[in-house]
């Protein structure tokens, strides 16, 4: 989808239009059933905030692939990326009406956004320090305020507003863009499972790249960094096993030689910082944005 000025109110009409948040009285309610699955959690905390070239470290050591979370089967060597090749990947099932929403701009500034008012923001939404969940608020609020590694543009967006202004910002106040995602083709998936790359994965072409993930909050936090450098796009059509098709979007990373040696993806691929590209699909959740002509 191609973004200028008018289409970009638009889109957030769209999105904000499943949004399920209240205001009333003074009192803020959130509908935040992700946030009450331990699973879900376990699940953000493992691989979610560490899907990038980042120093954020993930809070359990990996030590052998029978180990690993489901979802660090996203990540995949670069020449696996061919035509009638198999890959174990996991794609995660998410209900746009149960899963956290992006508050408007409005909503999001009237809420602090920062580890110094955690206290606060842990009795705004109820969730005992020391839980599950205020460990995931807490790695969420020091990574969105974690320094950018050299040349690398990043922000944190819990609004579509914010969002899209951060774009402008990165792309230029006067450009065009389209954000990708990974699509489910049939609706129904196993969450798990072997694909086989069907057709020639299809590189897409694009000078800068912002790619947005969602991180664990009551409400929608999205991730959102690029910089520039050599990494290649692609579009992907995948084969299940049950018969299920992803059209997804993968991205590869061809200098990772400023990764944090500790990265996930490292320990999945069995490889180095500098040593060889990584690679990895989107989850469907995921946005990237590229500029057009």
Same mark, same amino acid.
């Given at each position: 989808?191609?973004?200028?000025?008018?289409?970009?109110?638009?889109?957030?009409?769209?999105?904000?239009?499943?949004?399920?948040?209240?205001?009333?009285?003074?009192?803020?309610?959130?509908?935040?059933?992700?946030?009450?699955?331990?699973?879900?959690?376990?699940?953000?905390?493992?691989?979610?905030?560490?899907?990038?070239?980042?120093?954020?470290?993930?809070?359990?050591?990996?030590?052998?692939? *029978? &180990?690993?979370?489901?979802? !660090?089967? @996203? +990540?995949?060597?670069?020449?696996?990326? #061919?035509?009638?090749?198999? %890959?174990?990947?996991?794609?995660?099932?998410?209900?746009?009406?149960?899963?956290?929403?992006?508050?408007?701009?409005?909503?999001?500034?009237?809420?602090?956004?920062?580890? *110094? &008012?955690?206290?606060?923001? !842990?009795? @705004? +939404?109820?969730?005992?320090?020391?839980? #599950?969940?205020?460990?995931? %608020?807490?790695?969420?609020?020091?990574?969105?305020?974690?320094?950018?590694?050299?040349?690398?543009?990043?922000?944190?967006?819990?609004?579509?507003?914010?969002?899209?202004? *951060?774009?402008?910002?990165?792309?230029?106040?006067?450009?065009?863009?389209?954000?990708?995602?990974?699509?489910?083709?049939?609706?129904?998936?196993?969450?798990?499972?072997?694909?086989?790359?069907?057709?020639?994965?299809?590189?897409?072409?694009?000078?800068?790249?912002?790619?947005?993930?969602?991180?664990?909050?009551?409400?929608?936090?999205?991730?959102?960094?690029?910089?520039?450098?050599?990494?290649?796009?692609?579009?992907?059509?995948?084969?299940?096993?049950?018969?299920?098709?992803?059209?997804?979007?993968?991205?590869?990373?061809?200098?990772?030689?400023?990764?944090?040696?500790?990265?996930?993806?490292?320990?999945?691929?069995?490889?180095?910082?500098?040593?060889?590209?990584?690679?990895?699909?989107?989850?469907?959740?995921?946005?990237?944005?590229?500029?057009?002509?």
């Amino acid at each position: 989808m191609d973004f200028g000025f008018n289409s970009s109110i638009f889109i957030l009409y769209s999105l904000l239009l499943f949004q399920r948040l209240q205001i009333t009285e003074g009192h803020l309610k959130i509908h935040t059933p992700n946030m009450k699955n331990d699973d879900h959690m376990e699940n953000h905390l493992r691989f979610r905030i560490n899907q990038e070239g980042d120093s954020v470290q993930n809070p359990d050591k990996v030590s052998s692939l *029978s &180990q690993m979370d489901p979802a !660090l089967n @996203l +990540f995949f060597n670069y020449n696996d990326l #061919k035509l009638g090749n198999q %890959m174990f990947i996991y794609f995660p099932k998410k209900d746009p009406l149960t899963s956290p929403h992006l508050l408007t701009k409005q909503e999001s500034d009237s809420i602090p956004f920062t580890s *110094s &008012q955690l206290p606060y923001i !842990l009795q @705004l +939404f109820s969730f005992p320090h020391g839980s #599950k969940q205020a460990l995931a %608020m807490e790695t969420t609020l020091n990574h969105c305020e974690f320094p950018p590694i050299k040349g690398e543009s990043k922000f944190c967006a819990t609004s579509l507003e914010f969002m899209l202004d *951060s774009i402008y910002n990165i792309f230029g106040l006067n450009s065009r863009f389209k954000v990708l995602t990974t699509n489910y083709v049939t609706e129904s998936i196993s969450p798990l499972q072997n694909y086989t790359i069907y057709e020639p994965p299809v590189e897409i072409s694009a000078k800068k790249i912002v790619a947005c993930h969602t991180l664990p909050y009551p409400y929608a936090v999205f991730y959102c960094h690029g910089q520039v450098s050599d990494n290649m796009l692609y579009k992907v059509m995948l084969d299940g096993d049950d018969g299920g098709r992803v059209e997804a979007t993968a991205m590869c990373h061809m200098d990772t030689s400023q990764w944090d040696p500790e990265h996930v993806a490292f320990r999945v691929l069995k490889t180095t910082p500098g040593a060889s590209p990584v690679c990895h699909f989107f989850p469907a959740d995921n946005l990237v944005w590229i500029p057009v002509s």
